[in-house]
């Protein structure tokens, strides 16, 4: 794996996946022989992802987010630590902003596998939870895992906010990790990610920001008071969005937050009931 450059881990992972064993497992039988057949199938999953750049994610079908397994595939993007940590900063926050509220509604938009909005319906019960994405094969991925992970949650198909604007709903908290790579930044990607995940996933336009742009114009259309939007951000581009959602809410207040490696990757705009910032 070093050789082409992938994670030594990465055949690790895979054997795991092949026998159907965890680390500890692993290596409880690591004089064992191997079945020829599991072998084989393990050998080509290695060459695939060291010579073609597969995900080992989408080769093993499913990644770990916030404790929990998700399935994965093409139609969606692989969750990212970071994203964890968006969903963590909703979580702290809620509770503050909608003290004593037995329900309070939630869209995840642009949910692709669900990781957001499942997550957010099991950690906090008092969250109704709508995920929208225009991708009938994302959502597809979305409701498989809420089935399984047993997350009440409802899914629209639609682009980025429209599905919530046609149903002419007001909602409390809109969360959303969108397209936010540079089309110019595409020639620096690794071909694990560019090669493989969905582009409607990645890219942001020419500069990244063309999702928050939207954003900054339909939130006033959905979101009550009070209320809450947290965003993923790419590194760097915090300031620029925070500084189109306190131009969207004048009253609000707008907050740059940074990942566990002193990026700014989290954007978080509060508005306050009856005009008055928290």
């Given at each position: 794996m070093r050789a082409h450059g992938k994670e030594e881990r990465a055949a690790e992972w895979l054997l795991c996946h092949h026998l159907r064993t965890d680390r500890a497992g692993l290596f409880a039988r690591w004089r064992e022989p191997v079945d020829e057949a599991v072998y084989e199938r393990f050998a080509a999953d290695v060459r695939r992802h060291a010579v073609d750049h597969v995900p080992i994610q989408y080769l093993i079908g499913y990644e770990s987010f916030y404790g929990r397994l998700f399935l994965v595939n093409r139609h969606v993007l692989i969750p990212r630590p970071e994203t964890e940590e968006l969903v963590l900063g909703v979580l702290k926050r809620v509770p503050r902003l909608f003290a004593g509220r037995k329900r309070i509604d939630v869209v995840d938009?642009?949910?692709?596998?669900?990781?957001?909005?499942?997550?957010?319906?099991?950690e906090n019960k008092a969250l109704s939870v709508t995920a929208t994405d225009i991708s009938e094969a994302a959502l597809a991925v979305a409701r498989e895992n809420a089935r399984r992970l047993g997350a009440n949650v409802s899914f629209l198909c639609?682009?980025?906010?429209?599905?919530?604007?046609?149903?002419?709903w007001t909602v409390d908290v809109v969360v959303s990790n969108p397209p936010y790579i540079p089309e110019t930044d595409a020639a620096m990607l690794s071909p694990v990610v560019k090669n493989y995940e969905p582009h409607t996933a990645l890219f942001?336009?020419?500069?990244?920001?063309d999702f928050y742009r939207r954003f900054a114009r339909e939130l006033p259309l959905v979101l009550g008071a009070p209320a809450l939007a947290a965003f993923e951000v790419g590194a760097g581009q915090g300031e620029a969005v925070a500084a189109l959602l306190?131009?969207?809410?004048?009253?609000?207040?707008v907050e740059v937050d940074f990942d566990l490696n002193g990026k700014d990757r989290m954007v978080y705009m509060t508005r306050p009931k009856n005009g008055k910032t928290c």
């Open positions: 938009v642009g949910t692709g596998s669900g990781a957001i909005a499942v997550t957010l319906a099991l639609g682009d980025l906010l429209q599905p919530i604007m046609a149903m002419g942001g336009g020419r500069d990244g920001l306190a131009a969207a809410f004048p009253e609000a207040a």
